[in-house]
């Protein structure tokens, strides 16, 4: 509030504040806020009009427990493999909350390659999570923790994805079936850590291989 706004004199609420009262109880003075907000912080005054005048000063201090700045803060993200990542949380609170950074799986994070040294932490403190060369060891849900010692501190949960080249290998394989020659293929792709595989022709499976060569 401010500090040179007359709230009351005597029991009459001057201030058009319907959450300002006074009572008075053999001699002690009271005022009453219902509702604290913000705003109600700061110094209050109360003074006896004698000669010479009397008065007494206090603090008001309202603490507020954090939130997430939602227009400032990063939702789930997509991002491809090499390049570099910036998650935000951003929160509000009174004191000011501090934000840190972790896996939710509880693994270290490894935040890539800075100043020639590489860096790994299990939390990460600070608004930012900087990691300078995604893979997708990366891949997973992050959990930013907002805090300021007021109850309750609260978290937002952040899924990373990361896109990868497929990655082909292929294989020939030269069989002697019978005095003849069979030639088949079997294809791997590596996709979202599946493996999937094309199995050869049935006609070929009592075939002995006598030979392989890989093909990249």
Known sequence: MNTHTLLAVHKHVLTRD?????????HQWKLHISEVQEKDRGFYMCQINTDPMISQTGYLDVTVPPTFIDTSTSS????EERSKLSLRCEASGYPKPSVSWRREDKK????????????????????????SQVSREHMTAYLCIASNGVPPAVSKRIVLQVNWEMLEEFYTYLLRCNSRNFIF???KHSINNMYLSEEPPTELTMCTAVAVESLD
Request: overall charge positive.
């Open 18 to 26: 319907k959450r300002i009262r006074v009572t008075n109880n053999n």
């Open 76 to 79: 789930d993200t997509v991002v």
């Open 185 to 187: 293929h079997e294809k």
């Open 108 to 131: 270290v994070i490894n935040l890539g390659l800075f100043r020639g040294r590489v860096y790994s932490e299990l939390k990460v403190e600070g608004e930012y999570l900087n990691i």
